[in-house]
């Protein structure tokens, strides 16, 4: 059971990086403890999955990164969203919403539905 939810946890954090760099130019480390934080602690997105996404998102052209000197020794990577990751946000918002929506349907259904459902298949 925890690789499928392993699998759906990775396949919602590419729509979670979008739609919080849709709100500010963010760095690493910020991007995880936001996804923590405003999710209430249900979420936890380590880094060990946070950059392979950011790296496929750059790839794409989603998103581009900056550095920015931080003290003397310090370098942080800011990632700003693109046009391109705008509209690749809202078709993930998008298909997000039909499979959340079709879920909460199927798992509200009774015994009744079922039964009827499966009469009129035969």
Do not use: W
């Not at 979670?16 to 963010?26: E, I, N, W, Y």
């Not at 060990?48 to 750059?58: A, C, G, N, R, V």
């Amino acid at each position: 059971m925890a690789r499928g939810r392993s699998s759906f946890k990775m396949g919602t954090v590419e729509m979670m990086v979008l739609f919080l760099l849709d709100k500010s130019d963010l760095y690493g480390y910020q991007l995880t403890t936001l996804i923590k934080k405003l999710s209430g602690g249900n979420v936890e997105v380590h880094e060990s999955t946070l950059y392979p996404t950011m790296y496929k998102l750059l790839q794409n052209g989603y998103i581009s990164d900056r550095e920015e000197q931080i003290g003397k020794r310090r370098i942080r990577v800011y990632y700003h969203l693109e046009d391109a990751g705008r509209a690749r946000l809202s078709d993930l918002l998008d298909d997000y919403g039909q499979i959340t929506a079709g879920i909460a349907k199927l798992l509200s259904c009774t015994k009744a539905d079922i039964m009827q459902e499966g009469e009129t298949d035969e």
